[in-house]
């Protein structure tokens, strides 16, 4: 059961545009919800991150909204470039056992085009 | 230069070997993880270790071994019993406070072929 949903699977944006990538979850004991980028052949890097007492961060280009009552929360890529383009995964981490653990999404393959 | 180094990149191996994985971080980080990555896919939890000489099975174990001897190492052995072991390896750590920005940081993965 896939505890973190996020969609779009695939995602083409102008460069300028906005990318919106949009993620749900069920377990509202997850305390944190970090957005991860990785390129191809590499490993995800961590891009930005909120807690479920915020309702937005933002960084740069980059943004967080989050939605507690709708257990929802999006990535929004203001100015997208096409050194944007990656794969984007959203994830939640735990609690309890393995409370550390950290539930991602199947990942958006964003593309930028020029 | 603090980080994660996993070796080697890339890994070929037959059918009916045993293969290990190494993975090495010099962050002083408690937490230790193995996600395996197909294509199109999200990345599957393997195993993780909160501590040193302690280890826990994830979604995927069956097939997969790893040891928690010292705290900078966690190799994953991917046995003969694993039955598709073609996937990309990632390798994560955490600092394991549990506190806000005690987030995982990947290494940059070890992509296994079975030929």
């Known amino acids: 059961q896939q505890q973190v949903k996020q969609s779009p699977q695939s995602l083409i944006v102008q460069k300028g545009g906005i990318s919106i990538i949009n993620c749900a979850y069920e377990n509202t004991a997850f305390d944190y919800f970090p957005w991860y980028q990785q390129f191809p052949g590499k490993g995800p890097a961590l891009l930005i991150a909120i807690r479920p007492d915020v309702s937005e961060k933002k960084e740069g280009r980059f943004t967080i909204s989050f939605n507690k009552s709708a257990k929802q929360f999006s990535l929004h890529i203001m100015d997208s470039q096409p050194g944007d383009s990656a794969t984007y995964f959203c994830a939640a981490r735990g609690a309890g056992t393995g409370a550390n653990n950290l539930f991602f999404g199947t990942g958006t393959r964003l593309t930028v085009i020029p | ?115």
């Open chain 2, 1 to 115: 230069d603090g980080g994660i180094t996993q070796s080697p990149k890339y890994l070929f191996r037959k059918e009916g070997q045993n293969v290990t994985l190494s993975c090495e971080q010099n962050l002083n980080h408690d937490a230790m993880y193995w996600y395996r990555q197909d294509p199109g896919q999200g990345l599957r939890l393997i195993y993780y270790s909160q501590i040193v000489n302690d280890f826990q099975k994830g979604d995927i174990a069956e097939g997969y071994s790893v040891s928690r001897e010292k705290k900078e190492s966690f190799p994953l052995t991917v046995t003969s019993a694993q039955k598709n072991p073609t996937a990309f390896y990632l390798c994560a750590s955490s600092p394991g406070t549990g506190q806000f920005g005690d987030t995982q940081y990947f290494g940059p993965g070890t992509r296994l072929t079975v030929l």
